[in-house]
């Protein structure tokens, strides 16, 4: 049973530019999270998938956006890259369908803004 | 507003020492409750769960709690071990939201 899997990894991007991280929910999953998570912080929401539309949003600029696909498979999109976007990006899918609402999390993509 | 408040760390213990980490909410309702682990350059894992109040959570010999009177989720173990050395996260679901609200995590590690 394949978990939650996310790409790239690792990511060094400079200031300005665009950056797409990707993420595959577990399998049976039809949800998916994103959260940022800052050194030594806990993660924070950025916004969630369901049925390829935007569900719910946390506290983070327009520059941030996101796509689900057909397959549940979800895109983050990040604009004007910022220093401070530095972080690891988690991806974490649920089933809103079977009302199972605990996330399971993917290892993250580790994005560095130079 | 709701949040997660975490005993703070690090907190280093010897092989077969006692664990608690300290968790408490605040929250308009009752959440459910969550403990994860991220162990070193990795995602987070689903420790544990509780979703009403006096549910206890068990897995891999850590427990905790849901003690809505005194808003608490205190994770423990009765022998840690070297490999139980990670970050520990307590996090809540609030109602119908969607999201996850995390704590600060606490750092843990466990000399042998």
């Known amino acids: 049973d394949a978990g939650v899997t996310q790409s790239p990894t690792h990511l060094i991007k400079t200031r300005g530019q665009q950056v797409t991280l990707r993420c595959s929910p577990k399998s049976g999953h039809d949800t998916v999270s994103w959260y940022q998570q800052a050194l030594g912080q806990g993660p924070q929401f950025i916004f969630q998938?369901?049925?390829?539309?935007?569900?719910q949003r946390g506290n983070f600029p327009d520059r941030f956006s996101g796509h689900q696909f057909p397959n549940y498979s979800s895109e983050l999109n990040v604009n004007a890259l910022l220093l401070g976007d530095s972080a690891l990006y988690l991806c974490?899918?649920?089933?809103?369908?079977?009302?199972?609402?605990?996330?399971?999390f993917g290892p993250g993509t580790r994005l560095t803004v130079t | 507003g709701d949040s997660v408040t975490q005993m703070e760390g690090p907190v280093t213990l010897s092989e077969e020492a006692c664990l608690t980490i300290n968790c408490t909410y605040t929250a308009t309702g009752y959440p459910s409750l969550f403990w994860y682990v991220q162990y070193p350059g990795e995602g987070l894992q689903l420790l544990l769960k509780a979703t009403k109040a006096d549910d206890k959570g068990s897995n891999k010999g850590f427990e905790a709690t849901y003690r809505k009177e005194t808003t608490s989720f205190h994770l423990e173990k009765g022998s840690v071990q070297v490999s139980d050395s990670a970050v520990y996260f307590c996090a809540f679901f609030l109602g119908s939201a969607r999201q996850l609200t995390f704590g600060s995590g606490t750092q843990l590690t466990v000399l042998p």
């Open positions: 998938y369901y049925e390829e539309e935007e569900r």
């Open positions: 974490a899918s649920s089933s809103l369908r079977t009302g199972k609402r605990e996330q399971y």
